[in-house]
């Protein structure tokens, strides 16, 4: 199957401060992606959806500021949480669809745990 | 929007029998539902799914049936094995995929 790398698979920052992760697809071309986020013993809540040159869509709830989504290439999207808090620590999980829909499969990335200290 | 029931949370069954997971969903647009299995602290896998034109699907010991009328889908795991226990997640598709709140299965020896 189609691979979805994620960088970093851990990151532990202080309060305050910006964290990027990367979402790729390494071996076909995603036209849209998805960022999900999953709390401890809980369910991925879809955060937002990403196609390659604009805008993202985000969920009911997800502060477009807060995270801030660039899907600059098909192989490429970022996620970035702006001035995080200890409340932002949890478990992020991107995945990549082929299609301009998620009716095909979606590839999900390794995940990257975030802890705000 | 779509909403997706998953029942049981947690599930115990004794290694080699069957183990059955339910979902029902709320959209009757909803035209995909996949199965994924998340082992511990690391990303889903899709192990099963099904679309709307079709009412029952079987990959070896996994089966997943679809009822459109009830608007309800199944997983069904025969001959359950250790590597069985994990959280499986169910999924619904409209325009965005939907998950349930996920079961987890523990495989008792």
């Known amino acids: 199957g189609a691979v979805v790398s994620q960088h970093p698979s851990r990151v532990i920052c202080k309060s305050g401060t910006s964290v990027k992760i990367e979402c790729r697809s390494l071996d076909f071309q995603a036209t849209t992606m998805f960022w999900y986020r999953q709390f401890p013993k809980q369910s991925l809540m879809l955060m937002a959806t990403s196609n390659e040159g604009s805008k993202a869509t985000y969920e009911q709830g997800v502060e477009k500021d807060k995270f801030l989504i660039n899907h600059a290439s098909l192989t490429l999207s970022t996620l970035t949480v702006t001035s995080a808090h200890p409340e932002d620590s949890s478990f992020y999980i991107c995945?990549?669809?082929?299609?301009?829909?998620?009716?095909?499969?979606?590839?999900f990335g390794p995940g990257t745990r975030l802890t705000v200290l | 929007g779509e909403n997706v029931e998953q029942h049981p949370s947690t599930l115990s069954v004794q290694e080699g029998d069957s183990a059955v997971i339910k979902c029902t969903y709320s959209d009757s647009a909803s035209n995909y539902f996949p199965w994924y299995k998340q082992e511990l602290g690391k990303r889903p896998q899709l192990i099963i799914d099904?679309?709307?034109?079709?009412g029952e699907k079987k990959d070896q010991r996994i089966a997943v049936t679809l009822n459109k009328t009830a608007k309800h889908f199944s997983l069904h795991i025969t001959e359950t094995q250790p590597e069985d226990s994990a959280v499986y997640f169910c999924a619904a598709l409209d325009d965005k995929i939907i998950f349930g709140k996920g079961t987890r299965l523990h495989i008792l020896p």
């Open positions: 099904i679309r709307s034109n079709v």
């Open positions: 995945s990549a669809s082929t299609s301009g829909s998620s009716y095909n499969e979606q590839f």
